[in-house]
């Protein structure tokens, strides 16, 4: 029968993928093992939860250690090519949690705005585990990608339902290793059902760094962008070697409420009289960079605050000197 309400899985790797020789082994396991039919498989109701039919795509198998660019924009374009389907009603993506808060922040900047709800999920523990929190991680997310109230970039993980700009992987090995931290979760997914406590917003909102279509994103070549960081015994030399090597955009995961070591500030003014953008961003697990009253508007000759984890600034600035690109 053909079906006009699916919900696409698309499959990139993962825990939620992998394996291990023995089911008591929950740490040392293979990541992207397994494809996309068998993680369904292992959630025998998984068509009901989502009240229509099921399509599959595996768009990649990796470790998300390894995440980079080319998959990022293959990922972004099969989700612009299966969104804009009349009989597509939302999308879940397996991901591994490493780098899962960043690809949740490039998709939310870049998929066009007023998208279908896209729901990323993972797993902490091998497919093969005693207790693996993967099938029921996939099930959640599909209750979730087909909830009315569904918008935007979503993580759902251990029952709990967050925001793309929110979420933050805190935990190495917990089960519920992701939070969002003062923001709250967005929700929590309880017997396949979703209980709101916040709306959350729709993609590329929180302004969208990638102004265009995703079709025009390259698939290599972005803009080299690294993190430096500032600590104590801090020195420029980091960045002095970065320039030298052609670094085109700097964010420093900085100390409390944005400060910066003596030591590390002639450096970074070295970038910007190289052009360099240089955004500074809290290295604090928790809230955000506070402006002291009155102060000045920024200068373009300083470094940028801005309102992100060093590692969701880092794809930021990228996109953002992509679209200066042109
Ligand atoms: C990965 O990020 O792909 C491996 C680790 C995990 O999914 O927990």
Known sequence: MVNSNNVVILATGGTIAGTAAHASQAVGYTAAQLGVEQLLAAVPDLGEVAGGGLLTEQVAQLDSKDMDAATWVALARRCVHWLARDDVRALVITHGTDTLEETAWFLQQVLP?????????????????????????????VACAVDAHAAGVLVVAAGQVHGARAVRKLHPYRVDAFSSAEQGVLGWVEEGQVRWQQRPVGAAAGGAAWPGDVANLPDSDWPWVEVVSSHAGCDGCAVDALLAQGVQGLVVAATGNGSLHRALEPALQRALHKRVPVWISTRCGEGQLVAAQGMAAQHASQPRPVDLPPFKARISLQLELLAQRG
């Open 113 to 141: 705005s007023g998208s279908k709800p896209v729901v990323l999920t993972c797993a902490m523990r091998p497919a093969t585990a005693l207790l693996a929190d993967g099938p029921q991680n996939l099930r959640d997310a």
